[in-house]
């Protein structure tokens, strides 16, 4: 067996078969101590207690290795730097391109190997797609929005019904792999308040069945308790941020709601992760209180969840930004190992992704080394020492 110096050009060039060898390795669902990952290629081949002696070994010492991230939720036309129409405006569909492959760029970095762009402007994330040094990618296209609706500014304004039919029919030729629609008004959008729909249900039904007869999953955006009952009917395939607003800007879902939720498998792609210090908005606690103990009621009823952090729209989301996630899902009552299934597995699954988020024979190679023990310090998983995109190194990785 030969312990490789990892900045060897054996893996910068993806070697046939070889091993990584970590304190934890994380499959997707349960740890396993002291276990080797093989890698065949860019797959992965199986995990092993000992490793077959012609296999060259990456010995990663007290480390825990797992499934490459999955963000389901980021915007990488956004920056962060202002309100959300000021990010983009004077900005060219160019310089958008470019900010948007830097950003991928550092999610990958960040060990976020897989991300679903659920919004950009002039479709300039999907060329991304085809970048090998980049995070394999899901993306929406602009958000399908009502007349100055919430980010009409990203060009998906919809005046009428048939604009809505004809929208979702341009994303499934342009080759989008979803449909973000905005179900109810959002931040930082004066038309519409947050809470309220902003589609009547049966056209919102016309385009959720229009995009799935063209093999597009949609992404509802709700805020309101109305919007997250109109998109189960719909049939819609995630509901993003669900925050459970009414008219008062209060969480108060009923429990038939919840259970409605929960029984229909539809994962809720929670706004999770965000960089210590970040501004609360007000009365911040108490909703935040409210949204948890709704989200903790759909869990407990069958239901799941997944990670979507919005990166870029603020400073303290930049787009590297999911592993502060995992802190966030322990205060849900989640247990590490669930946690860390709903960053990697379920968020992967939520995206029809199979074969990532898992380190089980066949996925993907896309592979995350973090410094210490995740299962037991939550900020472990922000301390990346490695990442790989296809049985490739992404970064730099420090053998043990
Ligand atoms: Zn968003």
New binding site residues.
């Given amino acids: 067996m030969t312990v490789l110096d990892p900045h060897s050009s054996l893996l910068t060039s993806r070697p046939g078969r070889w091993a990584l060898r970590a304190a934890r390795v994380f499959d997707g669902t349960t740890v396993h101590e002291g276990a080797a990952v093989i890698v065949a290629g860019d797959r992965i081949s199986g995990i092993a207690r000992s490793v077959p002696t012609d296999l060259a070994l990456v010995d990663l010492g007290d480390r825990t290795l797992l499934p490459g991230l999955v963000d389901c ?3 990488l036309v956004f920056d962060g730097s202002g309100t959300l129409e000021a990010q983009v405006a004077d900005r060219s569909d160019a310089d958008l391109a470019e900010r948007a492959r830097r950003a991928a760029r550092r999610a990958l970095e960040g060990g976020v190997t897989t991300l679903r762009d ?2 950009d402007r002039g479709y300039v994330t999907l060329a991304l797609r085809d970048d090998p040094a980049l995070p394999t990618m899901a993306c929406a296209g602009p ?1 399908i929005t009502p007349t100055q609706g919430h ?1 009409w500014y990203l060009g998906g304004e919809c005046p009428d019904r048939d604009a809505l039919v004809r929208a979702v029919d341009e994303r499934a030729e342009r080759g989008c792999d979803v449909v973000k629609i905005m179900v109810t008004g ?1 931040m930082m959008t004066p038309t519409t308040p947050m809470w309220m729909s902003q589609f009547a249900p049966d056209d919102l039904r016309l385009a959720v069945d229009r995009a799935h007869a063209a093999g597009l999953p949609v992404a509802a ?1 709700c805020h309101g308790i109305d919007g997250i009952a109109e998109a189960i009917d719909a049939g819609v395939d995630t509901i ?2 669900c925050t459970f607003l009414n008219e008062a800007m209060e969480p108060d879902p009923d429990a038939g709601l919840l259970e409605r939720l929960a029984r229909s498998g539809i994962p809720i792609s929670a ?1 999770l992760g965000s960089l210590p210090g970040a501004p609360l908005p007000p009365r911040y606690d108490t909703i935040a209180s409210k949204v948890r103990a709704a989200t903790v009621h759909v869990l407990s009823g069958g239901g799941t969840i997944v990670v ?1 952090t ?1 990166a870029g ?1 603020d400073p303290f989301r930049p787009h590297d930004v999911a592993p502060h996630a995992l802190e966030d899902l322990e205060t849900l009552g989640l247990s590490a190992e669930r946690a860390l299934r709903a960053m990697t597995r379920d968020g992967a699954d939520a995206l029809g992704l199979t074969a990532k988020g898992r380190l089980t024979r066949g996925a993907d190679a896309d592979l995350l080394a973090v410094d210490g023990d995740p299962f037991t310090d939550a900020a472990a998983l922000t301390r990346v020492a490695g990442v790989w995109k296809a049985g490739v190194p992404v970064v730099p990785t420090e053998a043990a």
Avoid: A, K, V, Y
């Fill in positions: 939720h980021q915007h659920l919004g958000p980010c959002g955006h993003e941020h706004t979507g919005d729209i």
